[in-house]
């Protein structure tokens, strides 16, 4: 089939490239020139695991394109995806306009029965007051809501095997078009879920809220585990073998970030305000991580013994996770923010992150290396898993460090080997263990 993919995105990009991969001819279009040059060279503009080598793949194959403008190719489609970002707006609320501006777009150019689905993560009724615009342009068909569940750092097994499959239409004939789409997938077992569009965009929400509510359960049940004594890695790993609640989502760490899980539980509360409902456990949800930046850095500074004038703090991954460069909404920033407020020197290091820190720190101090970023520094703070810091030198970090103070936000090293090397150590809700 002939698909189209309207924003080069997380979510358009890696759609598009592994569409491609399952046989489907792409044209992915985007409103930025840089991207799509970059794109045309087979250069990924982002950083995802084994990406570029789809996208090298599929374009010697010449089952996929790019161009940087709605151009006349999109009348030969059978089906545009839009995957446009949905931002939050001051209040909360998803900015829609780039879905709008999209779907005029691209209703100049597409045939009546080219099938329109949104794949960005949009509040429920978008997707009928889309179907509303396009049929004002002789539009046939009805909008089909697809929304995504790709994480980033593991999008490409996600797109290759996936729990589920969700459409959204009433529509017969977009139904049949979505299936012969996701055939190769559907083939393998995955299960497509059919429902209607309002429930198609709810479960999105759903899905991004309830994950959400996972960890900041799990982070604050780990601030109770410190106050009792109790080990949250034991606690978490015992609680998820129940298969009812299950293991996933309950790692304890800084709080959620990145740009899905924040932006997603506030639109969410936006339309249950909006539509006079209560949400209760969504508005605690809410307030639990927007504080958790700041028991991060009340954390840091009891450490050490509650003073961070004029002390160097070494922080170790500033990306909201691990396999990212993404750093939206990262917990490293409100961290980072709040210990130079009391007066901490902040030195960074992230191996893949540092050429977008201008943008969301202004001026940062960064090193190459961890090894670096501790030099001289009175604390070391791991606040991304990154997996090379799990296998930090500690007996170079204690020679090269002044002080000897551990905070380890995602309990990734070993506390033992920490303490033996003559180190005090810190975690989210790790039993202590001392010297
Ligand atoms: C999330 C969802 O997991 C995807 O299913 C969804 O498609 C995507 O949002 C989206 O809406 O586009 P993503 O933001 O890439 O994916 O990242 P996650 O792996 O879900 O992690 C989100 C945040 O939760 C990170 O800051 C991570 O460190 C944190 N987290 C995750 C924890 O603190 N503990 C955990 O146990 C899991």
Redesign the pocket.
């Known amino acids: 089939m002939k698909l189209a993919f309207i924003g080069t995105g997380?979510?358009g990009l890696v759609s598009g490239v592994m569409m491609s991969h399952l046989g489907h001819h792409v044209i992915c279009i985007d409103v930025d020139k840089s991207k799509i040059n970059l794109l045309k060279e087979q250069k990924s503009p982002i950083f995802e695991p084994n990406l570029e080598s789809y996208l090298l793949n599929c374009s010697n194959q010449g089952r996929i394109e790019f161009s940087h403008g709605y151009d006349n190719k999109l009348s030969e489609v059978d089906c545009v995806f839009i995957t446009v970002g949905t931002p939050s707006m001051e209040d909360g609320g998803a900015d829609l306009s780039y879905i709008y501006e999209a779907a005029d777009k691209v209703a100049q150019h597409i045939r009546p029965e080219c099938v329109v689905v949104i794949k960005s993560?949009v509040p429920p009724g978008t997707c009928q007051s889309v179907q509303n615009l396009l049929i004002k342009n002789g539009f046939k068909n009805s909008v089909v809501s697809n929304p995504?569940?790709?994480?980033?750092?593991s999008a490409i097994s996600?797109f290759l095997n996936p729990d589920r499959i969700v459409v959204g239409t009433s529509d017969q004939h977009s139904a049949l078009i979505m299936e012969q789409i996701y055939l190769p997938l559907i083939n393998q077992g995955i299960k497509l879920v059919f429902t209607d569009l309002i429930t198609s965009e709810l479960i999105?929400y759903a899905?991004?809220s309830f994950?959400a509510a996972?960890?900041a359960f799990?982070n604050e049940m780990a601030d109770l585990c410190e106050i009792v004594g109790a080990d949250v890695e034991v606690l978490s790993e015992a609680v998820g073998l129940d298969k009812r609640i299950g293991a996933?989502?309950?790692?304890?760490?800084p709080?959620?970030?990145?740009?899905?899980?924040p932006k997603?539980i506030l639109a969410l509360q936006k339309l249950t305000m909006a539509s006079k409902g209560q949400f209760l456990l969504l508005d605690a949800l809410i307030t639990a991580n927007q504080t958790r930046a700041d028991k991060m850095v009340q954390k840091i500074k009891a450490a050490l013994s509650n003073n961070l004038k004029n002390k160097t703090i070494a922080i170790l991954g500033l990306t909201?996770?691990a396999g990212t460069d993404d750093l939206r909404s990262s917990?490293s920033i409100p961290i980072i923010e709040g210990l130079k407020k009391e007066g901490a020197n902040i030195i960074a290091y992230d191996p893949k992150a540092l050429k977008n820190v201008s943008k969301y720190f202004g001026s940062l101090d960064c090193r190459n290396s961890s090894i670096d970023a501790i030099s001289d520094a009175d604390a070391l703070v791991i606040i991304t898993e990154w997996p090379e810091f799990k296998d930090l030198d500690l007996a170079t970090a204690k020679k090269v460090m002044k002080g000897n103070v551990i905070v380890d936000l995602r309990n990734i090293l070993n506390p033992e080997r920490v303490i033996s090397n003559g180190f005090e150590y810190h975690s989210i809700g790790r039993r202590k263990l001392t010297s």
């Open positions: 997380y979510v993560t995504e569940f790709l994480r980033e750092g996600d999105k899905s991004n994950l996972k960890i799990i996933s989502f309950l790692k304890a760490g709080g959620f970030g990145g740009s899905c899980f997603d909201y996770k917990p």
